[in-house]
């Protein structure tokens, strides 16, 4: 008997040493997971931060690694004042008590040119750091203004631009604008905001918010990108568009201002800049371009086929450059859309090849109250598409969309292509 109690009491030892080294085995694990997870964390603290931006409102300076700790308005490092101990201090905060309902600030008398927040700067500071800074050259399209331009006073632009050399991070900091005109009749104001592009890449595309009822807004709003060595701001330029928001219609275009960053030097800190609102570019309105479409019309199904083929000497959506065109098709009867449709993206060309046909179910046995309308959009991410151009075929179209519509009811089953000149939207 004493043979079979040892072997019970091996048997009873394996559960507990297999237990032990299970319970060895689970720490180890947990060890090497906190282990790997804390060298992530200190990998990603020693990378630079990515090319992206961060939108500031009220003109707070913030950056990604100190996110928790916000600083105050208006407020400043230590080591920041004592390199600034021999500069007069400029007061680049804005008072928010002061400002109204409309968050204007109250006007007082200033002299003409100069911002509201620069009142107590020394005279000879800022003047000559914009002589030094900007070429002649760089400065044809905000100072040399034509005499109609100089007639129809569009207002002035007020920002700031900065480059943090150890962020790899270049400021832009949409101040405010004045003497805007009104672009609402009725009201006699407008609801302004400012749409802002880095070109001429035209990747980054920053708005500001839009201000009710006013025409001297005061945006205050910081926008900081990531990434950018300090050489290459020389290569960009920023465009500015000022638009008044409209909740019914496309938004009105009150201006532009572009600013060539050739020639300007930031290294000497913050850069207090002043530009003319000046027309859109008036080419931009000469020529709509042309669009290539086909329908026809089958009586036996009551449907109509359309295919949009191609567009060709599209303008530019902006100074930046080239469209990223694309076709919307929206079918209307007697006055009222009853289908739509839209074409994919064709990045960067003026001549756009789309090739996509589409098929629509008519409600009706004749086609004289269908009409088919055309809208070639500009897609723009993040914003409201621009409309490039407009055209409409139907029974009570004009010109050679009316003769085109003509034909496709005279010959149906047959598919009857045009180039139609596109008109504004």
């Known amino acids: 008997m004493a043979p079979i109690t040892t072997s019970r009491v091996e048997f009873d ?3 507990t040493v297999v237990g032990i080294f299970s319970a060895f085995g689970l720490v180890f694990t947990v060890s090497l997971f906190a282990w790997i997870c804390c ?3 200190s990998s990603k603290s020693n990378k630079t931060p990515p090319y992206k931006f961060v939108h500031v409102l009220k003109g707070v300076d913030i950056y990604p690694e100190n996110l928790s700790s916000k600083k105050k308005f208006g407020g400043e490092d230590k080591n920041e004042a004592k390199n600034k101990s021999a500069v007069p201090k400029v007061s680049l905060h804005l008072d928010l008590e002061k400002r109204d309902l409309n968050g204007n600030f109250p006007k007082t008398n200033l002299k003409a040119g100069s911002p509201p927040d620069l009142e107590n700067v020394t005279p000879k500071l800022f003047p ?6 900007a070429s002649p050259e760089s400065l044809k399209s905000s100072t040399s203004l034509t005499s109609e331009e100089k007639q129809e006073k569009l207002g002035t632009l007020f920002l700031s631009l900065e480059y943090n050399f150890e962020k790899k991070a270049f400021v832009v900091n949409i101040k405010e604008a004045q003497g805007l005109p009104a672009m609402d009749e009725q009201s006699m104001t407008s609801d ?3 749409k ?3 070109l001429p890449e035209k990747k980054h595309k920053v708005k500001t918010r839009v201000l009710r009822k006013t025409l001297d807004p005061v945006f205050d709003e910081t926008f900081t990108f990531y990434g950018i060595p300090y050489p290459h701001i020389q290569e960009l330029s920023l465009h500015f568009t000022i638009l008044s928001f409209d909740r019914f219609s496309r938004d009105d275009i009150i201006g532009e201002v572009l600013i060539p960053l050739s020639g300007i030097e930031l290294s000497d ?12 570019n008036a080419k931009k309105s000469s020529g709509r371009g042309e669009l290539l479409v086909s329908l026809c019309y089958q009586s036996t199904t009551n ?3 359309v295919v949009v083929l191609k567009a060709r000497h599209l303008p530019k959506s902006d100074v930046s450059g080239l469209s990223d065109p694309y076709v919307k098709v929206n079918l209307y009867h007697a006055k009222k859309r009853i289908s739509k449709k839209k074409t994919h993206v064709k990045k960067c060309t003026p001549n756009a090849v789309f090739n996509e046909l589409f098929v629509f179910d008519i409600p009706c046995e004749s086609l004289e109250e269908i009409s088919v309308e055309f ?8 914003s409201r598409n621009e409309v490039i151009g407009r055209l409409v075929l139907g029974a009570t179209a004009e010109g050679s969309s009316g003769g085109h519509w003509k034909e496709i009811c005279d010959f149906p089953r047959r598919q009857i292509a045009k180039w139609h000149m596109l008109c504004d939207g």
Not at 128 to 133: G, M, Q
Not at 269 to 278: F, N, V, Y
């Open 375 to 382: 809208l070639v959009l500009d897609s723009e991410r993040g």
């Open 303 to 305: 449907t109509l086929t």
């Open 192 to 194: 302004p905001y400012i």
């Open 39 to 41: 060298q992530r964390r």
């Open 128 to 133: 000559e750091r914009e002589k030094e800074a």
């Open 13 to 15: 030892e394996i559960p």
């Open 196 to 198: 802002m592009t880095i």
């Open 269 to 280: 800190g913050k850069m207090l800049m002043t530009r003319e609102i000046i027309k859109r």
